[in-house]
């Protein structure tokens, strides 16, 4: 079975500084992870997937992700939020064997000016 | 490439009625899939697709039926809808398992 849990709900950062957004899965398999960014009211977009290559992956807009099998973990970070960041973020496992992906519940970003 | 399509944008339903939201995908993925989308719950998977004439339930199937006769399109069908499937609903598609998923831009239902 697989599962996956975003440890926060809401993160609130300046604008220019770091962003850290947490996620710990479970997976029986090799897994692959994704995160996807959705702004409001629109559609989800890839921003990074690691898929068993490098385990430090970089996406778009300057985030990162490190995979970490010992820890479970698959954490975003960014190392300067820009105003355009805020939007709502999803950490995402699919084991291969599985054949379909399981969400977290989110983790809403909001960067103050 | 039009990547993956959902018809309608927006849907109003009177509880009991029945509707189909269409799916459709351009670029021959072999999985495709369905989710609901609730405030403050992620998306949750309703049911997906591992082929064409292979479907199975996902984490919230009830009150929802699926087919798929071929790899393009993948309906989901309301039965008699009921208030508690107000949501929006994404369809999504992928070449292989594990590989990222590409999404439709949604439809927002509401069940009155």
């Known amino acids: 079975a697989q599962s996956v849990t975003q440890l926060d709900s809401h993160v609130s950062v300046s604008e220019g500084t770091p962003v850290l957004l947490r996620c710990n899965y479970s997976?029986?398999?090799?897994?692959?992870l994704f995160w996807y960014v959705q702004h409001p009211n629109k559609g989800l977009q890839l921003l990074l997937k690691?898929?068993?290559?490098?385990?430090l992956v970089k996406g778009i807009n300057g985030f990162e992700a490190e995979f970490k099998k010992s820890e479970t973990s698959f954490h975003l970070t960014k190392p300067s939020a820009h105003m355009s960041d805020a939007a709502e973020y999803f950490c995402?496992?699919?084991?291969?064997?599985?054949?379909?992906?399981?969400f977290g519940d989110g983790t809403t970003l909001t960067v103050k000016p | 490439n039009a990547g993956v399509t959902q018809t309608p944008k927006f849907q109003v339903l009177k509880t009991g009625q029945s509707m189909t939201l269409q799916c459709a995908q351009d670029m021959n993925h072999e999985y495709m899939s369905w989710y609901r989308q609730d405030p403050g719950m992620g998306l949750r998977l309703i049911h997906y697709s591992v082929g064409a004439g292979i479907t199975d339930q996902g984490e919230v199937p009830n009150g929802y039926n699926v087919s798929r006769s071929t790899t393009e399109d993948f309906p989901l069908r309301l039965l008699s809808a009921a208030p508690s499937q107000t949501s929006v609903y994404f369809c999504a598609s992928n070449r292989l398992a594990g590989y990222e998923q590409f999404f439709g831009p949604g439809t927002r239902l509401t069940v009155l």
């Open positions: 997976s029986s398999y090799s897994p692959s």
């Open positions: 690691y898929t068993s290559a490098a385990t």
């Open positions: 995402v496992v699919s084991d291969p064997g599985a054949g379909k992906s399981t």
